[in-house]
């Protein structure tokens, strides 16, 4: 058995996969494969329909937004936020937390001005920087919740006079969030929510249409509303798959039982983390994503070694990211506690060899 701690695409629940599998070959009995039906026959507009439902609930979507299921990834989303939201003569305030972030950003400057109002580049983004005042005569606010390459998470969200973006791609569907503090939420659906291949984008309907810009269809949010995120074929099979991962996650409790699952498995990985004299922790403490665990050896004669142990117990996936370096556990929603146990004895027994 493996224990996938990879960090993109990320794990899935097993039993989903068995779901998914038997839709490729006949979905729902119907003698057809989800991959060869319309996209406008009943049967996928009740797949959309039931995912549209599911993000809903489980996210406690209040009126006003809407809720899209876009090509593209999360990278699409750093310049169709601007291309929508952003005026040609005004600016756009960004945090800068780590790459993906940084990739946000330079998007946004093909459309506009944009303030970098913080950023945690002096460290290697091993932070989430804080100390920060948001201008009030900014489009709007970009943070990423959550640092997938650095492995640092923001706790909590800054109150703000202006509407705020988030790219959530890395703990969407983690932990319970306040929809309504938000202007726009993305995601791209390979960590917490299906297969790549799309993207959630939750947006509040006012915002949109305030700027003068011509936007081609694709990227433009009123179409993809009006259209019902099917402007076009719609990316049938990662909608299915993902409608499928919510649908296990609601039996599983929701997004409330699986925060204090997440909790829990990061807090016991953190404490090995912490005591083990052969590791450290590379992040700030109190910011440490609980989805990415970033960790490396005191000694590096010992990163090889480890990585080679860790493999041979079905450990698979916790190279950390070239960029950084050493370690990182990712922990998503899909990853059992026993499997986070599996890696911190791993970590016990390493350490006892190599005394
Ligand atoms: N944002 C974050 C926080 C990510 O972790 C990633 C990918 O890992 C991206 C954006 C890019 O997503 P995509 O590959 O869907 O474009």
Known sequence: ?????????????????KQAAAGVVDFNGIGLSILEISHRSPDFEAVLDEAVKLVKEELGVPEGYSVLFLQGGASTQFAM?????????GKAAYVESGVWANKALKEAKFFGNVEV??????????????DYTIPADAAYLHLTSNNTIYGTQLQEFPASPIPVVCDMSSDIFSRKVNVADFGLIYAGAQKNMGPAGTTLVIVKNELLGKVDRKIPSMFNYQ??????????????FAIYVSMLTLRWLKSKGGVEAIQKENEAKANVLYEEIDRNPLFKGVCKVEDRSHMNVCFVVENPEHEKPFLKFAEERGIDGIKGHRSVGGFRASIYNALPISSVYVLIEAMQEFAEKNK
């Open 1 to 17: 058995m493996k224990h996938n701690f990879g960090a993109g695409p990320g794990i899935l629940p097993h039993e989903v996969l």
């Open 81 to 89: 936020v601007p291309y929508n939201l952003l005026p040609e003569n």
């Open 117 to 130: 109002i913080a950023t945690a580049k002096d460290a290697n983004f091993t932070y989430i920087p804080k």
């Open 223 to 236: 179409v993809q509303i009006d259209g019902g995120s099917m402007y076009n074929t719609p990316p049938v």
